[in-house]
Each structure stands twice: as structure tokens, then as C-alpha cells.
């Protein structure tokens, strides 16, 4: 069975410490793969590699980066569905939906390529006499992404192709679940000319990501996973005196108003609720129907979800794929069945669907869980399966309070007709992106992305503006070039504009 390696240094290198995990195709439940776990050893040597190249890549012209930005931006297109094919046999998403991450990382790579104007400084003529001042955003160093499982491509591109083009190298950690894809997107980048150990895959587990919190040469972190792991690396890796963003899980309501179109409501709960088998960060979770309607809206939604084609992800005609492993199964069968103990009432239940053919797949059928309360686990924990909790409010203030009480903050959509309600909602929510009959707000590529409270943890949203922030440091500098002829101004009092 193939062992997947790392990639440091621009090559392939076989794992040493002797550690290693299994790597599945969720549709089958058959293992394909062991990838190597790297340990504390293997991580030093990744970022020592990647702080050799620092040295000559932060001082590369903006035209001979913006090259290598612009090849790579190239070869991402030209093989996007083979990155799909790879997302697909080790996620398990449905090949449309792989495809769509593809591209929503690429459109991070092309705002990338814009550096020579994402990296442009100030310039302030004659703040005294005969002195100028400017600033210019520097490069960190060597910078660290650790990723999830649920976008094995587009998650890591909100970091590398920022960060890369700021001048940083970087190691990626990627998800240990479906690592395949962070070593096919490494040859990318040498493929199209960035210098070997500016982009590094080190493989691996939590030995390996806190050995990357704790190593000294390591100057920035970007994490995105679930809460739990990144409120601990945020606290390990700030310890250690480094920059770090840490995005969290999420439970993201959309709220429907009285007079919001049901069809074309419900169209969209689904989507955003069972897309992806309802492992997206920014699905929706948990609906709150406003008003007297809320029963209509279960049915329609219960109607529209058992329609949804469950099957292998690279199957086309699938809508929806299996979850990522048997032990997420359990875990979100369990969460049903514990629902109903707690009083909830299941309007559609996914429990137990078979898909003919891949009978050891680890497949759960879109669940709608009516009569949720916010005191019930189902609607306290990210469930991260296709489950869709429905929750009612008598009124859009009584929901937006509703909201605003979940520890978490990512996403969160309304659905309405009235302009005016959309705004008190817009307004009224501690939620970091908002979608306004939009159900996925998931900011393009120029706007940064990050939620608030319990789903991000530091200062800085990831990619966009916020991400050329995150990985630059601001240096400032007043500079005078004094005439010989001119007679020394040097005084002892606190220098001010004369
Ligand atoms: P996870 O937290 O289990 O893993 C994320 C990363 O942390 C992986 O690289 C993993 O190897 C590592 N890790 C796991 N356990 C660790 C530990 N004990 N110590 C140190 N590192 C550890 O998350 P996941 O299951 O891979 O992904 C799903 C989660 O990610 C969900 O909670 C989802 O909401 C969240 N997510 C958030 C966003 C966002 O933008 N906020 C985006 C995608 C996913």
C-alpha cells in the first residue's frame, strides 16, 4: 500500500519517524493509503529548509514573484480537475463540489498575483523640512498553515499563495485525513519556478502541529479546524511570541422571515445544509423559521432533502457524498438518535441509507431535526454531518437574539423580501460574514474571510487584505538627505515638523 510522503525542499521525501495513518476512500470505506506522520525531527528539518529559501525568495524582485504567481495561478487552471479527482476519492465530496473549491482557491492565487499592488507602500513628501517618510510591508519569514479535512485544496490557498507572495516560505500541515492533494499542489508550485523549500508539505498529526507551535524558527501560524484545537493552538503558538489567526468550527443559522419565497428558501437550505454532507464551515446547521409558517417550511425542506441523490462523489449524477470517516458516522447517527431523547421530532431521517454498491461506505442521508431548542446538544454541538436542526422565533429581533447567544460566529443568512429587515439583521448580528438570501456568504477572494467569538481566534481574518496584513510586518522610515551646504538643524528637543 502507497506510504504518502512529505514534500520539503522540492521534492518527495519518505516519512522517518516510523509513524503513520490511514487514509480512506469514504465511499468504499476501504483504505488507500497510509500518509507518514512526521515528528519533532521532521518538523525541524522542514523549517530549516524553509528558512534557507527565506532568505533568497523575500529578496526576489515583485516581477520575478509576480512570474511565479502567475504560472502557478496557470497550472492550478489546467489541472483543477485533476485536484477535483483527488479532493473527491480521499474527502468523498461529489466531484461538482470539489471542482468548486478548486476554483474558489484559484481565485485566492489571482488575487495573489496582484502583489506588485498588494505590497505598494506610503509615501509622504516634506513632513519636515527636507524630510520624507515611507512604509513598506516586509515578509515574516518562515510561515506555518495547518488545515482541516473538509477543503484539502482551497483552505490551504487561502494561506500559501498570500503568504508566498509577500515573500514568506512556508510549511503546510495539511489534514491528515486527505493529504494527497497539498503534495500534487507542491509539484504546482515548483512547476512553475518558485525556488525548492518556499513551499513545504510536512504531514503529520498533533505531534507534528506542536512542534510547529513550539519551534522557534517558525514567526507566524495560520490555523483553520475546529474549535477545541484551534483555542489550543492560538494559546501554544502565541506562548512561543508568534502571530497566530485561528479559525474555528461553527453553527451557522439561516434565518427565514414570514415573507421570504418558501421554494426558493427551502432550495436553498438544502443546498447549503446537505452540501458537501454538511462538512463546510459555513453550511447551515441550524434554520430559524420566523412566524406562523415555520411548519410548511419543515415540510417543504424535508421534501426537497429526501430527494437529494446520495452516492459515491465521483459518480456525476451524485448530489451528496459520504461523510469523512466510520468514526464521524457514528458520531453524527448517535447525535440523531440522541436529538429525539431530548424531545426533538425527526421530519427526515438519514439514518441507516444504503447506498447500493458501496454498502461499507460511510454514508448519512440528509436529517431534518424539527422542534430543536437551543438547550439541546444537537443545536449546542457542531454536528459537521448532514443535519439540518429547525428552531423557531416568534419575530426577526427574538432571532437575531437567538444567534447572538451561540458561542459561535462564522456565518448566518436571512431570507426575507424587505430591504429594511435585512438591514436590522445585517446590523444586529455578532457573526463575522453575513449572507443576505445568500446562504453560503463565503467572501470572494479580495475580502478576507473569518467569523467571530468561538470561530476565530486573533486578530486577523484569512486572505484578502487581512491576509497581506497577517503576513507582513509595517516598517516605517524617515529619511533626510541633507545638502552639504546646508548648516546642521540637530537639537535636543523631541523632533517635530518645522
Ligand atoms: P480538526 O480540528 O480535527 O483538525 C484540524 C487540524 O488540526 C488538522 O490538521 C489536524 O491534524 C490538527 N489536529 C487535530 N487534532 C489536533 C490536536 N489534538 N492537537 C493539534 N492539532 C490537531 O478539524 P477537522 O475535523 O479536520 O475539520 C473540521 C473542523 O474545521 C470543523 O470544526 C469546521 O467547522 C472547521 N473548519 C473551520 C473553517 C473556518 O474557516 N472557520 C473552515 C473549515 C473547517
Known amino acids: 500500500m502507497e ?15 516510523g509513524r503513520g495513518a490511514p487514509v480512506y476512500d469514504p465511499a468504499t470505506g476501504a483504505q488507500t493509503a497510509e500518509v507518514a506522520l512526521a515528528d519533532v525531527d521532521e518538523v525541524d528539518a522542514a523549517v530549516r529548509v524553509a528558512g534557507e529559501a527565506f532568505t533568497s525568495w523575500s529578496q526576489a524582485s515583485l516581477s520575478a514573484r509576480s512570474r511565479v504567481l502567475f504560472a502557478f495561478r496557470a497550472l492550478v487552471h489546467a489541472h483543477l480537475d485533476e485536484l477535483a479527482r483527488v479532493v473527491a476519492a480521499e474527502h468523498g465530496k461529489v ?6 473549491e478548486v476554483q474558489r482557491g484559484l481565485e485566492v492565487v489571482e488575487f495573489a498575483c496582484g502583489l506588485g499592488h498588494l505590497l505598494k507602500g506610503g509615501y509622504s513628501d516634506q513632513v519636515s523640512s527636507g524630510v520624507d517618510v ?30 508566498i507572495a509577500c515573500g514568506n516560505s512556508f510549511v503546510l500541515k495539511p489534514s491528515e485525513r486527505d493529504p494527497s492533494a497539498s503534495l500534487r499542489v507542491a509539484e504546482l508550485w515548483a512547476e512553475a519556478g518558485l525556488p525548492a523549500g518556499v513551499f513545504n508539505v510536512v504531514n503529520g498529526d498533533r505531534a507534528a502541529v506542536e512542534a510547529l507551535c513550539d519551534h522557534p524558527g517558525v514567526a507566524a501560524i495560520s490555523f483553520v479546524g475546529s ?16 502571530r ?5 468550527g461553527a453553527k451557522n443559522h439561516a434565518v427565514v422571515l414570514p415573507d421570504a419565497d418558501p421554494d426558493f428558501a427551502a432550495d436553498h437550505l438544502v443546498a447549503a445544509a446537505f452540501g458537501s454532507a454538511g462538512e463546510r464551515c459555513m453550511a447551515i446547521s ?19 432533502g429526501a430527494a437529494v441523490r446520495v452516492g459515491p462523489g465521483r459518480d456525476e449524477a451524485s448530489e451528496m457524498g459520504p461523510v469523512i470517516t466510520a468514526e464521524a458516522r457514528d458520531r453524527i447517527v448517535a447525535a440523531i438518535g440522541h436529538s429525539t431523547e431530548q424531545g426533538a421530532h425527526l421530519a427526515l431521517d438519514g439514518r441507516g441509507i444504503v447506498v447500493p454498491g458501496h454498502e461499507d461506505g460511510f454514508f448519512v442521508g440528509p436529517t431534518v431535526v424539527d422542534a430543536v431548542t437551543p438547550q439541546m446538544d444537537v443545536y449546542r454541538q457542531e454536528i459537521f454531518g448532514p443535519v439540518l436542526s429547525v428552531l423557531r422565533a416568534g419575530d426577526v429581533d427574538e432571532a437575531i437574539a437567538l444567534v447572538n447567544a451561540n458561542p459561535y460566529g462564522n456565518g448566518t443568512a436571512v431570507f426575507t423580501n424587505s430591504g429594511e429587515t435585512a438591514r436590522r439583521f445585517v446590523r444586529g448580528v455578532s457573526v463575522g460574514m453575513v449572507g443576505v438570501n445568500v446562504p453560503i456568504p463565503v467572501p470572494v477572494a479580495h475580502y478576507s474571510f473569518g467569523g467571530w467569538k468561538d470561530s476565530l481566534f486573533g486578530e486577523h481574518h484569512i ?12 516598517k516605517v522610515v524617515t529619511a533626510r538627505w541633507p545638502s552639504p551646504r546646508a548648516a546642521s538643524a540637530a537639537s535636543y528637543h523631541f523632533p517635530t515638523g518645522q
Open 95 to 100: 466531484l461538482s463540489d470539489a471542482r468548486g
Open 463 to 474: 486572505h484578502g487584505p487581512e491576509g497581506v496584513a497577517f503576513y507582513t510586518r509595517a
Open 3 to 17: 506510504t504518502i510522503p512529505h514534500f520539503i525542499g522540492g521534492q518527495r521525501v519518505a516519512g522517518r519517524s
Open 244 to 248: 497566530v489567526q485561528a479559525l474555528g
Open 134 to 163: 515611507y512604509s513598506l510591508r516586509e515578509p515574516l519569514g518562515v510561515v506555518a498553515g495547518i488545515t482541516p479535512f473538509n477543503f484539502p485544496v482551497m483552505v490551504p490557498m487561502w494561506m500559501h499563495p498570500v503568504a
Open 227 to 242: 474549535t477545541p484545537i484551534a483555542r489550543a493552538v492560538h494559546a501554544r503558538a502565541t506562548a512561543a511570541g508568534k
Open 286 to 304: 441550524a434554520a430559524v423559521a420566523v412566524g406562523a409558517r415555520g411548519d410548511d417550511l419543515v415540510e417543504i425542506v424535508a421534501k426537497k
